[in-house]
């Protein structure tokens, strides 16, 4: 670790890559935070429509990174492919401001593939700053993920409140530069963390074809004509099914064979357990995100019609009740950060697994606090606001049980030459999380058939949904703490 300068225990470079992360984090949510309200209000679309659009979009989102992960693992390094990714996201911000479906969908698909080559890459540099087995990771991986929420709250306050207040297109044009900031601030900042391994672009992705263009530059061309491709999948997004189980068969198949491939090279038994412990926590991660990601789809219109979000005269927007998550992170995050390191210290840290089961149970109670606020229901058939800030705050602490200590979890799991890969694989979860998300919310709430349901019956809907959510990941909950001990035996130590 000599090579890094160590700003209050921690690489420099973290915090180069924490405002970074948080300035595209301000992208990525200032138009997330907003997309479901357009799509239904100045798009016209159905409840369900929506939510399948924004399914397919968040999903195709967290799938990219697999394709960003491997393309930096083989040939543009981990730097560049930030960099891509930052410009392209910025490039698909700008383009929704045309103000049609088409220029929406367009835009979409740039800043898919942008976010692809960032979101993995950045983290994977994070990982990257730290030796093997340094204690520090889980709190610098936590640190990492407070910048993200620092991001996501500015995007669901500032740009959602201006967003539904003043108009669409300038919550859209708020999301763009602060990517633009993001950019400045990597490309500023890169000294900080260039002593971190696969920064550049590789031997191979240095090799022309054809005495032209080197493999790199090929990449590039090729990720532009992806964008047309990832349009089309957002208008028909029945095709995820297929894509998403087959991308997972496909990746279960890759990691495994890593880990034998591993364990031959290094005469060890441990590489192989270690993926298919891997592959068990992206099942877990699959099963909390498809029902933490209710928040941008059902929890918001739900939001909309069904709570009271009066306060002393004055109406939040239905989009600001999604700052309530980042909120807590950022007030709690540091308690964790804080808390796993002690724990540490004293023995007494819960196993991953452990920490898995308890994030699902906090998210369960969250979906069931919502019987509790049926109780309150006023004339118009709307629950407390008190409701939804109990629930966020119950998914918040989940979340923080269960996210950053995945990420770093990740980085331990893997071996070093497939990080990128692995990663990918990670966020492979949370694309098939994010799909399956707006599938559970499009039978909830709103519309039935071509009407639309009244308060009351939107209301009964949403309420009988959250609360069979809720019991069906206290089962789940119950099935990780009954497998702890088997899914530590295949971690081989990781904790």
Known sequence: MNNFGIAKGHPNGLMTLFFSEMWERVCYYGM???????????LMKGDAEAALIY????GLVYAAPILGGQMADK???YKNAVLLGAILMAIGEFLILGGTEHFLLIGMGALIVGNGYFKANISTIVGKLYEDDDPRRDSGFTIFYIGINIGAL???TLIAYIGETYGFKYGFALAGLGMLLGLFIF??????FAAAEGLEITPEGKEKLGG???KAQLVVIASLLLIPVCYFLILQNSWMDYILISLFILIVISMVRAGIKADAENNVKIWKDRMIAL???MVINIAFWACFEQAGTSLTLFADRNVDRNIFGWEMPASMTQFFNPFFIITFGSIFSVMWVKLSEIGRNPSIPLKFAFGVIQLALGFLVTIIGLQFVNSDYQVPLLTLIVLYLLHTTGELFLSPIGLSMVTKLSPKNIAGTAMGAWFLSFAIAN??????????GGHAGEGTASAAEGLANYIEVFSTIGYVLLGLAVIIILLNKPIQKLMHGVK
């Open 32 to 42: 997330r935070v907003l997309l479901t309200l357009y799509l239904v209000k100045s």
């Open 55 to 58: 399914g397919a979009y968040t």
């Open 75 to 77: 040939y543009l390094g």
């Open 154 to 156: 500015i995007a669901t």
């Open 187 to 192: 490309w500023s900042g890169r000294k900080s």
């Open 212 to 214: 032209i263009l080197t």
């Open 279 to 281: 592959i068990i926590f």
């Open 435 to 444: 799909y399956l998300g707006g599938k559970i919310a499009a039978i909830t």
